[in-house]
């Protein structure tokens, strides 16, 4: 079967659950229809059951971003299901925060395979599809900690600054194929997983709080507004640029407490 001719396809891969759900539900809301990718099954069938009631179709298809023959599978059957494919959003990650001296080569490789290798290999074996359409986008989900620095974070960081550098060098390239390559910069944002990996408690949450100006965690579907954007037509004249989407964070990083201190008060926006 292929997909009605005028309907627009994205692949988000991480697509089943938190941001990267979001996304799909946001593309879906704008007349796409999906692929999803994760290793997890569950997370796929999942996802799609709450992705398909917004009007999409949906394609699951279990990949390991981390294995280029899975990679160009995946790419094949969008090709079989669907005959095209308009938007990529490399957004399937892995993160766990831990003091680098203890991090174990085989951690770093897990978190630098899936982030820095799966964001290549994707685009690498979506570029013939992506190029058919002589209009299309990808948007590689970063995070701005990958030019702040963070404590427990250097594989993540290492990783996603590398697709900063990949997002670059590919608006680059592929501009005269009519491929823009943009990326979205999340500050902290919860979701069930970053909940449990990265702010596990109220006392984290309400230091992280502390460090953004606006003063408060951002929404996955704040995230999904930007890639949206990012996709659209009314980013037709931007490649190559790194969005950040985190209340403002990196500019205010280590000036808060400053600002908390001078005379008058704290006067945070209210939570
Ligand atoms: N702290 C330190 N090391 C960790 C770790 C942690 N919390 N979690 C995993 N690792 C290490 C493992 O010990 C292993 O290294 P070792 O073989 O030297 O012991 C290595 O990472 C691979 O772990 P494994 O669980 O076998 O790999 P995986 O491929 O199944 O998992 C991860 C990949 C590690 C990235 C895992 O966190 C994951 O699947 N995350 C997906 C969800 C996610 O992180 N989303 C982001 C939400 S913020």
Same mark, same amino acid.
């Given at each position: 079967m292929t997909a009605e001719p005028g309907r627009p396809v994205a692949l988000v891969t991480g697509? &089943?659950? &938190?941001i990267g759900r979001a996304i799909a539900g946001g593309l879906a809301a704008d007349g796409f229809d999906l692929a999803i990718a994760s290793r997890s099954a569950t997370h796929l069938t999942e996802g799609a059951a709450r992705l398909r009631p917004l009007g999409a179709r949906v394609l699951e298809v279990p990949t390991d971003v981390r294995r280029p023959e899975e990679v160009e599978a995946l790419f094949a059957a969008i090709r079989r299901e669907y005959g095209r494919l308009d938007v990529l959003v490399n957004n399937a990650a892995g993160n766990f925060v831990v003091r680098t001296e203890q991090l174990s080569p085989n951690g770093w490789r897990a978190v630098v395979g899936i982030v820095l290798d799966g964001t290549f290999f994707c685009s690498r074996y979506a570029f013939p599809l992506l190029r058919e359409r002589g209009s299309a986008s990808i948007v590689n989900v970063v995070a701005s900690y990958a030019w702040m620095a963070g404590p427990g974070t250097a594989h993540s960081a290492a990783a996603k600054a590398g697709v900063i550098a990949l997002t670059r060098a590919l608006a680059v390239e592929w501009a005269r194929h009519g491929i823009r390559v943009n990326a979205v910069a999340p500050g902290p944002v919860r979701t069930e997983g970053t909940d449990e990996r990265l702010w596990a408690s109220e006392a984290v949450r309400a230091t992280v709080e502390r460090t953004v100006p606006l003063g408060r965690f951002g929404t996955p579907e704040e995230i999904a507004d930007a890639v949206r954007f990012l996709v659209g037509r009314r980013a037709s004249y931007i490649t190559g640029e790194v969005l950040a989407v985190d209340g403002g964070q990196w500019l205010g990083r280590g000036v808060m407490p400053l600002l908390d201190g001078l005379a008058g008060g704290s006067d945070r926006p209210p939570r």
């Amino acid at each position: 079967m292929t997909a009605e001719p005028g309907r627009p396809v994205a692949l988000v891969t991480g697509g &089943g659950t &938190g941001i990267g759900r979001a996304i799909a539900g946001g593309l879906a809301a704008d007349g796409f229809d999906l692929a999803i990718a994760s290793r997890s099954a569950t997370h796929l069938t999942e996802g799609a059951a709450r992705l398909r009631p917004l009007g999409a179709r949906v394609l699951e298809v279990p990949t390991d971003v981390r294995r280029p023959e899975e990679v160009e599978a995946l790419f094949a059957a969008i090709r079989r299901e669907y005959g095209r494919l308009d938007v990529l959003v490399n957004n399937a990650a892995g993160n766990f925060v831990v003091r680098t001296e203890q991090l174990s080569p085989n951690g770093w490789r897990a978190v630098v395979g899936i982030v820095l290798d799966g964001t290549f290999f994707c685009s690498r074996y979506a570029f013939p599809l992506l190029r058919e359409r002589g209009s299309a986008s990808i948007v590689n989900v970063v995070a701005s900690y990958a030019w702040m620095a963070g404590p427990g974070t250097a594989h993540s960081a290492a990783a996603k600054a590398g697709v900063i550098a990949l997002t670059r060098a590919l608006a680059v390239e592929w501009a005269r194929h009519g491929i823009r390559v943009n990326a979205v910069a999340p500050g902290p944002v919860r979701t069930e997983g970053t909940d449990e990996r990265l702010w596990a408690s109220e006392a984290v949450r309400a230091t992280v709080e502390r460090t953004v100006p606006l003063g408060r965690f951002g929404t996955p579907e704040e995230i999904a507004d930007a890639v949206r954007f990012l996709v659209g037509r009314r980013a037709s004249y931007i490649t190559g640029e790194v969005l950040a989407v985190d209340g403002g964070q990196w500019l205010g990083r280590g000036v808060m407490p400053l600002l908390d201190g001078l005379a008058g008060g704290s006067d945070r926006p209210p939570r």
